[in-house]
């Protein structure tokens, strides 16, 4: 079977940090410093509370799976899924490196970078 590839993603001023620290491997999100809620997207401006106060921070890489899709027909099948992570906020993501069938709502998983045609990486997740 062949071998997923990832498109580089699109940088962005508000998401080049987060893409540099993906290239080390690391899991950034947005913590606002006003209310102290995480959030993701990452964005400017706070969707709780509104505030222009936030900052980058490192995740656990812990999360459990929230929802998920198995595209088999694809020509190269793939799992598509939302993670909420142990901060609380939830992101759309891969499962790799597991059998499909053995996907479940709820299964802890961990994060793991996988590289992009571009040289970059992309966060993805695996059992934990």
């Known amino acids: ?3 997923r590839r990832y ?6 001023p508000e998401t080049g940090e987060f893409w540099q620290a993906a290239k080390e491997d690391r899991l ?4 606002c410093r006003a209310c102290g809620k995480f959030h993701w997207y990452p ?3 706070c969707p709780h509370c509104m505030s222009g106060e936030t900052e980058w921070v490192e995740a656990e890489g812990d999360g459990t799976i929230y929802s998920f899709s198995v595209m088999e027909r694809a ?17 759309m993501t ?4 597991c059998p499909f069938a053995g996907i479940r709502i709820g299964q802890a998983v961990r994060v793991r970078f996988a590289p ?3 040289g970059g990486k992309l966060p993805v997740f695996v059992p934990a």
């Open 7 to 12: 498109p580089e993603p699109v940088v962005t």
């Open 28 to 31: 950034l999100i947005k913590r």
């Open 116 to 118: 992009t045609e571009g």
């Open 94 to 97: 891969n499962i790799v490196d």
């Open 1 to 3: 079977m062949a071998e």
């Open 43 to 45: 964005r400017a401006v």
């Open 75 to 91: 020509e190269v099948p793939y799992a598509i899924a939302y993670v909420e992570l142990a901060e609380g906020v939830r992101m």
